[in-house]
């Protein structure tokens, strides 16, 4: 039997989908800003988080009707609890694209030094993180959500890496105080990045196979079913 | 409809059975292809003011109405209206599926045979047309001479839309459509409510607040015979502005 709210969750499910391609692409253009030194392009960064923030806002507004008006279960009710979540995350991860983009003009007489660090490699691994993150929603697949986990640790690593480099570099050339702090700034901004991509694929997993796993409420892949 | 897209506007409205007040001044707009839903607790004239849409009211004794009811900006209650073409026009459902005693195609021809039409052709035509959109056709068609009353409970509701629908009206009145009827036939209705909203200006009184929320555009909220407050459904369901109808749809009340 046909159901017309299919096109209500339909809508929502395309709607993050959109929102999840532009975080993406904030991300992309913030990292290259930062790698490049591209001023107008950590610029358009800052103006797009006002899309971000119209689709945070819609997104809202479309869960709570769908949940209001048409009281959903199971798989639904899923959809919309992670909706809500994602949606969330999606905003969060548009703010830090910002946070990266902010710090580009500061950096700029700090080129040389930005290279000699592991930002470039954690940018681009976060990226990826977010990006299988969403693909996972986008298909359903629960699976490549669980890889995005594991990839966590690596950048939890560089994090830390990096921020006992930037620790010594100070204390050993003091000339280099300033953008070591940025890059530190920059790195905790990254590490966060990874943070809300493991959120999302956590949510994909609730969504598909009905299973918390956050703060490992149930690390097996094959635990039961949520039971209250 | 009228210029402003209101098939149907209420001014003042009351009603009295008796010396007892039913409807207090009730004043509001239904709007043509959209859902709209009467809701509110037992005794809160929300049946009494879809009855005196089509003066179904009239049928009982010591009825007083004042205030008018305007359908296409005509005023039902006036003298010259001819109240079997207005009961064409705006068709009702009730709660409880009452087919005739008669096979499943002559339920539905008994509409228009008394309207005037006598040829097949055009009996079987409105037959299949009415049960398609009823969304009943495709359970029906291999047997129309069975009895209406031998179909289950949800089909005989579907039954009745079919022989509502076959006599050409532009707004259904459904009082309760799917209280009496499982899960399963409940959701076929309120498909199908949604499916005819395209052609149709649909009145829904129900007690299911979550049927209201479903199903209709516009909702209205009664108590004590009085309209505390009309909005769009979503409105009524996330942030309604009258405190007696927040508190009437999280259960507090009623």
């Keep these: 039997m046909p159901r017309h709210f299919e096109l209500e969750l339909d809508q929502l499910r395309t709607m993050l989908i959109r929102m999840g391609s532009l975080v993406e692409e904030q991300i992309d253009y913030a990292v290259k800003a930062i790698t490049e030194a591209d001023v107008a ?33 199971a798989m639904d009710l899923r959809l919309l609890m992670a909706g809500l979540k994602i949606n969330n995350e999606l905003e969060r991860i548009g703010d830090i694209a910002v946070n990266l983009a902010e710090r580009v003009e500061s950096l700029l007489p700090y080129q040389d030094f930005v290279k000699t660090t592991s930002l470039k490699r954690m940018a681009d691994a976060a990226r990826e993180m977010v990006k299988r993150a969403i693909d996972s929603f986008v298909n359903n697949d629960p699976a490549l959500a669980r890889k995005v986990l594991e990839s966590d640790d690596f950048i939890d690593n560089l994090d830390r890496e990096t921020f006992n480099l930037m620790v010594k570099t100070m204390k050993e050339s003091p000339e280099f105080i300033e953008p070591a ?20 694929s956590e949510d994909v997993i609730f969504l598909v196979n009905a299973r918390i796993i956050k703060h490992h409420a149930d690390s097996s892949a094959d635990g039961g079913p949520i039971r209250t | ?63 007083q109405t004042s205030g008018e009811v305007l359908v296409d900006d005509i005023d039902v209650y006036r003298n010259d209206v001819d109240v079997v073409a207005l009961r064409k026009k705006v068709g009702m459902i009730f709660q409880r ?40 056709w495709d359970e029906v068609k291999d047997d129309l001479k069975k009895s209406g009353l031998a179909l289950s409970g ?24 799917a209280s009496a009827l499982d899960p399963l036939a409940t959701a076929k209705i309120e498909e199908l409510i949604f499916e005819l909203k395209e052609k149709y200006t649909i009145v829904i009184v129900t007690h299911n607040m979550q049927q209201a929320a479903r ?24 942030s309604p502005k009258e405190k007696q109808t927040e508190d009437y749809v999280t259960g507090r009340f009623g």
């Design chain 1, 181 to 200: 702090a940025h890059v530190m700034i920059l790195s905790r901004h990254i590490e966060r990045l990874a943070d809300h991509a493991t959120n999302i």
């Design chain 1, 41 to 73: 392009l950590a610029r358009l960064v800052m103006q797009r988080d006002k899309k971000v923030d119209e689709y945070d806002n819609s997104l809202d507004q479309q869960c709570l009707r769908i949940f209001a008006l048409t009281q959903p279960v």
């Design chain 2, 1 to 63: 409809m009228n210029q402003n897209g209101y098939k149907i506007t209420t001014r003042n409205l009351s009603l009295s059975y008796g010396p007892k007040l039913a409807l207090k001044d009730i004043s509001v707009g239904i709007r043509t292809n959209y859902v709209t839903a009467l809701i509110g607790p037992s005794g809160c004239g929300k049946s009494t003011f879809l009855r005196a849409l089509n003066r179904m009211n009239d049928l009982i004794d010591g009825v």
């Design chain 2, 97 to 136: 599926s009452n087919p005739f005693p008669k096979s499943i195609y002559d339920n539905i021809a008994y509409g228009p045979r008394i309207n005037g039409i006598h040829e097949k052709n055009k009996l079987d035509q409105i037959v299949e047309r009415s049960l398609k959109q009823a969304a009943l």
């Design chain 2, 154 to 177: 949800g089909q005989q509701q579907r039954l009745c839309i079919a022989r509502a629908l076959a006599v050409d009206p532009e707004v259904i009145l459904m009082d309760e459509p």
């Design chain 2, 215 to 238: 199903v209709s555009d516009y909702t209205a909220f009664f108590y004590i015979g009085k309209l505390i407050e009309f909005d769009e459904t979503k409105n009524i369901f996330t």
